[in-house]
């Protein structure tokens, strides 16, 4: 239940973080109060992750995953641009988190 939780955060966080985008600075209404109640819930659901797992392994799945998808979403559906260093720089934050599992995620 503890990865569900997570995943949950971590969704949470990229809805608002495509929200923040679309927020304008926060000028447009709709999209800045989504980015309110999506980092809220994430927040919230990243709190109860961390009651069953530790701090940096929860954090650096949730930043890396965060960091990753939006990253792939930035390029693919918000015209920003694609190289070969942000390809390499996400797999390395896949890669980063990845090893912080293996090595002591539970």
Same mark, same amino acid.
Request: glycine share 10%; with cysteine.
């Given at each position: 239940?503890?990865? !569900?939780?997570? @995943?949950? $955060? +971590?969704?949470?966080?990229?809805?608002?973080? *495509?929200?923040?985008?679309?927020?304008?600075? #926060?000028?447009?209404?709709?999209?800045?109060?989504?980015?309110?109640?999506?980092?809220?819930?994430?927040?919230?659901?990243?709190?109860?992750?961390?009651?069953?797992?530790? !701090?940096?392994? @929860?954090? $650096? +799945?949730?930043?890396?995953?965060?960091?990753? *998808?939006?990253?792939?979403?930035?390029?693919? #559906?918000?015209?920003?641009?694609?190289?070969?260093?942000?390809?390499?720089?996400?797999?390395?934050?896949?890669?980063?988190?990845?090893?912080?599992?293996?090595?002591?995620?539970?």
């Amino acid at each position: 239940m503890t990865y !569900v939780t997570l @995943a949950a $955060a +971590i969704a949470f966080e990229i809805v608002g973080t *495509v929200l923040m985008r679309q927020s304008d600075g #926060f000028a447009k209404l709709w999209p800045s109060l989504g980015t309110l109640v999506c980092y809220l819930l994430a927040f919230t659901l990243l709190a109860q992750t961390l009651k069953s797992m530790e !701090v940096g392994t @929860a954090y $650096a +799945i949730w930043s890396g995953a965060g960091t990753a *998808v939006v990253a792939a979403i930035g390029m693919v #559906f918000l015209n920003e641009t694609a190289s070969l260093a942000k390809f390499l720089g996400v797999a390395l934050v896949i890669a980063g988190v990845t090893v912080l599992n293996l090595g002591g995620a539970h």
